[in-house]
């Protein structure tokens, strides 16, 4: 809206002249005289300062300021305004700032905007080319007052106006001068614009006949709307120039009889002439140039193969090659056309030549690239920006459908790629989003299919960035900025784009703090990969998560997500049951995770799938009790078990630590005797086979398993990759798994087999003195220990099994039981979910998990310091191999045993004289020390993920 001018003053002779003013206008005048009036009135209260209050100091001439480090004088003579046609404002008209009621004021004030009163000029002034400048701060861009001045703006009708009609050459011609900073910071089609107007028939009529009808800059160009050639809407467009000319020149067809190429106006584009093809703008001439200068003319000097002229103190070519003309688009037009800057009276006519300007052929095109990145940096004089003829050519101007033309369709990479590569021209001064484009593109699924297959329907620069219209992303109107991007990519993606644009990310308003994927997201913008590539299957996820961080979060939590971390592409993503591109909310019916047809979903890779298997909480955490107690409550139950476990056993192995170190300095001190010796028989062949599948199995269930768990960390990909990949890993812990249920259930078969066999009754099997049931001997033992490992009491008289060692024992009953069945949970959930609903899965896995993290622990750090790890049996216990203690050691491990075996008479049973020969031994300490160093490894390596995770 208009702001309405304030502090009006009434001129004298407007009041004077209302009183002879014609009847019918007298009325009329009178309302504005109370208009006048009124707004005087209202303008005294809102307004303290008066022209005579502004006088006060402005009519000072030594009054200055300093800026920038200079003096500026403020000196406003108190008569400046009388011969101005705001004579009748006051001062604060103008200068609206509210801190111009302040006195004094600042010494900056805000500029005036001249729009409040002269909207349209404003509004014509913002819209032309020196608007545009002036908006982006340009430094020669041109204000208000540099042509109409500022406080004494006098009407364009005074001769001392720099407005009026002889002075607007000059006032343009500040500017558009050679040399001037305009001609040397802009690309502008014509040169010696001043000194060309002077010497033409237009400025020879202003200035040597005094003929203010000739046309003046304004006159082409308009007064505010300043627009270039190349812009449909400017006035010396190529549509547009006729009629512009026409304002002076009327019915000027009538005068034209000249026919060009039999025909008066051809209709052939390019071939129409303009005004301006045959007159040349500001050096406007009665003669034709196609008519007074051919090309024989021209190739007289130019087809001679050493013509140059120097450039720089280089050597150009000025050669023009007769062949590529006859074979050129062009071959129809003649030099002129394209050089229209020649001068005709000049022994050599090119002399004033200069760049060729498509645009008077082209213009639609011309219009389009000045507008585009490329265009702008032309504009503003970029060494390095693309004009027409870089892509295009010069002379030999070939059509974009024929094979050998720069832009023909599999040509177009290589031309853009000659500047978009790394370190080439286009990042020299720019801020590129993307560095080495045309790299990218080559190796992307678009720029292989067109350079390994030969398809000419695949995407290439021009697709997606247009012909001539390239900008930035972060521009609205780009065809690439992300509110437009889909549509780019669904010009040749429809089937993809109908999909995305109804789904829930193809959102159109893009604006909001939540920012909806585009195709660039998923698929990046240059090095495109194919969908079933590993390369992309492996970073969906990722991408995913970039905006859905939690849910990816819990994702990888699950199987699922732990075996894509590890490189599984065959792990279900969140694009096999979302969807890809048809993404919806779940509430949808066309949701690929709706109740309706969630089960389906499943079924892609769980056959069997049910509605109680799609209970499986895909997302769920057991951090949030409220919405899911049981994995809450599962969670830190084994948690409480794991710590309580290892806090218990912990303290008991460091009481344990200093009394173990006394024994093993006793046993130094006694020589170790050689060759044969007499031992105790302590495990038979059948325990020793069953304990090393035990070590095996249990191995490879701890390296797999912890791969699995851990699978965040480098060094479980590291595993995983090496053993093969998640894949191999599962199935070798499935085996595992098997060898474990085979030897659980061969012990159990045992135990059973020995007690048929021998009779005995199931309490006193169980719970016999030689059991390795718990009982109240263990009591007293671990009472009698713990006294012992503080110093106020004797060693314990320990039997054929101690307290820890039955922890040992049942603790694999237990894992088998726990972990096993959660296991074939895991294995099996489609068979298990026919009974139990989904959600027991999530509740078994962290069972599983858990569990299993407490056996390996348990078993690689308590278990291996118990058996071979304590000093006086370090580095390692060979008796589950062999099978054999030697006597003495027997005697001081197990006393209470060793006289139960004299006392009954058994000694004799299991007492034995032998000698183990060296290489058994070897092999013996290999397998253990590769078991040890494998379970102290694997335990560094989870210590160091808990802690650094």
């Not at 200079?70 to 004579?87: D, T």
């Not at 965040?712 to 990759?721: C, F, I, R, V």
Request: proline content about 4%.
């Amino acid at each position: 809206m208009r702001r309405k001018c304030i502090g009006l003053r009434l001129p004298e002779k407007e009041a004077s002249e209302s009183t002879v003013a014609a009847p019918g206008s007298f009325l009329k005048r009178q309302k504005s005289l109370t208009v006048l009036l009124v707004t005087l009135f209202i303008t005294s209260l809102a307004f303290a300062q008066s022209n005579e209050d502004c006088a006060m100091c402005h009519d000072d001439p030594s009054l200055t300021t300093t800026r920038n480090g200079r003096q500026i004088s403020r000196y406003i003579p108190g008569n400046i305004l009388e011969k101005s046609v705001h004579s009748y404002l006051e001062c604060v008209s103008c200068h609206t700032d509210a801190a111009v009621e302040d006195f004094p004021h600042p010494d900056t004030l805000q500029p005036v905007n001249c729009g409040e009163c002269h909207d349209d000029a404003m509004t014509n002034f913002l819209d032309g080319i020196h608007g545009q400048a002036f908006t982006r701060k340009d430094k020669n861009a041109p204000s208000c007052s540099e042509c109409h001045g500022t406080h004494q703006i006098i009407p364009s009708s005074d001769p001392q106006s720099p407005t009026y009609k002889m002075n607007i050459p000059v006032l343009c011609g500040k500017c558009h001068r050679e040399g001037a900073p305009v001609a040397r910071a802009y690309n502008i089609s014509e040169r010696n614009i001043l000194e060309n107007y002077s010497q033409g028939i237009h400025g020879r009529g202003l200035f040597n006949a005094g003929l203010i009808v000739t046309a003046t800059c304004n006159d082409c160009h308009g007064n505010h709307l300043i627009l270039p050639h190349t812009n449909s809407r400017s006035s010396i467009s190529q549509k547009n120039i006729a009629s512009t000319c026409m304002k002076c020149h009327a019915r000027i067809e009538d005068v034209h009889t000249k026919i060009i190429n039999r025909e008066l106006w051809e209709k052939k584009p390019g071939a129409i002439p303009a005004c301006t093809d045959c007159h040349p703008p500001h050096k406007v001439e009665m003669q034709n140039l196609v008519e007074n200068i051919s090309d024989r003319t021209c190739l007289k000097c130019h087809e001679q193969p050493d013509i140059h002229k120097t450039l720089d103190g280089q050597q150009v070519s000025l050669h023009v090659d007769v062949n590529n003309l006859t074979v050129s688009a062009h071959n129809n037009i003649t030099c002129v056309k394209c050089h229209s800057d020649v001068t005709a009276t000049l022994a050599r006519p090119c002399e004033t030549a200069d760049k060729v300007d498509c645009s008077n052929c082209h213009a639609e095109e011309a219009e389009i690239y000045f507008e585009s990145g490329h265009g702008r940096a032309y504009f503003s004089k970029h060494e390095n920006a693309p004009y027409c003829t870089d892509c295009h050519g010069t002379h030999l101007v070939k059509k974009k459908d024929d094979e050998t033309s720069p832009v023909f369709r599999s040509a177009v990479p290589k031309l853009c790629g000659d500047c978009h590569k790394n370190n080439g021209q286009a990042l020299d001064g720019t801020d590129l989003k993307e560095k080495d484009a045309f790299a990218d593109y080559s190796t992307s699924v678009h720029g292989r299919s067109l350079e390994e297959k030969g398809l000419l329907s695949v995407a290439i620069c021009t697709d997606c960035h247009t012909t001539h219209f390239m900008l930035k992303e972060n521009d609205e109107r780009s065809s690439v900025n992300p509110a437009n991007l889909a549509k780019t990519c669904g010009k040749c993606h429809k089937g993809i784009y109908d999909e995305y644009i109804a789904s829930e990310h193809g959102h159109q308003n893009n604006t909001g703090e939540l920012k909806f994927p585009t195709c660039e997201t998923c698929h990046t913008a240059h090095h495109i990969s194919e969908v079933h590539q590993d390369k992309f299957m492996s970073e969906i996820t990722n991408q995913c998560g970039q905006c859905h961080k939690e849910l990816a979060e819990t994702y990888l939590e699950t199987y699922h997500g732990k075996v894509h971390q590890l490189g599984y592409l065959q792990a279900a993503r969140c694009s096999d049951c979302h969807g890809a591109h048809n993404i919806y909310p779940m509430d949808n019916p066309k949701s690929t995770i709706n109740p309706r047809n969630i089960v389906s979903t499943c079924q892609k890779c769980h056959t069997d799938a049910n509605m109680k298997f799609t209970g499986y909480l895909t997302h769920a955490t057991h951090y949030d009790k409220s919405n899911f107690p049981w994995l809450y409550y599962t969670f830190w139950a084994m948690t409480a078990l794991l710590l309580s476990v290892f806090a218990f056993f912990g303290l008991h192995t460091l009481l344990w630590l200093p009394r173990s170190l006394g024994t093993l300095i006793k046993r130094e001190s006694h020589p170790k005797p050689l060759g044969k010796q007499w031992y105790i028989r302590r495990f038979s062949k059948k325990n020793r086979i069953t304990h090393i599948f035990v070590i095996c199995s249990f191995i490879l269930l701890a390296l797999t398993g912890m791969i699995l768990k851990f699978a965040y960390m480098p060094w479980a990909k590291s595993l995983s990759g090496l053993i093969g990949g998640a894949h191999v890993a599962g199935l070798l812990h499935r085996f595992a798994a098997i060898i474990t249920f085979g030897y659980f259930v061969f012990h159990v078969v045992s135990l059973l087999k020995i007690k048929f066999q021998k009779g005995i009754k199931v309490s006193k099997f169980i719970f016999s003195s030689n059991s390795l049931m718990f009982n109240r001997k263990d009591i007293k033992d671990f009472w009698a220990s713990i006294k012992w490992f503080t110093g106020v009491g004797p060693r314990p008289n320990y039997g054929r099994w101690t307290y820890w060692e039955k922890f040992d024992y049942f603790a694999v009953f237990w894992g088998v039981m726990v972990i096993g069945s959660t296991g074939l949970m895991l294995w099996f959930p489609e068979v298990f979910t026919k009974i139990l609903p989904g959600w027991l899965i999530n509740v078994a896995q962290i069972i599983h998990s858990d569990e299993a993290l407490l056996a390996v622990g348990f078993i690689f750090t308590i278990h291996f310091f118990n058996t071979h790890l304590r000093p006086e049996s370090f580095p390692m216990d060979t008796v589950i191999f062999t099978g054999y203690v030697p006597v003495e050691e027997y005697k001081a491990d197990r006393p209470h045993e060793y006289e139960q075996l004299e006392k009954s008479g058994k000694l004799k049973d299991v007492l034995v004289e032998k000698e183990f020969s060296p290489q058994k031994m070897l092999w013996i300490k290999i397998f253990g020390f590769v078991a040890l160093f494998t379970g102290v490894v694997l335990i560094g390596l989870i210590i160091y993920s808990l802690i650094f995770h």
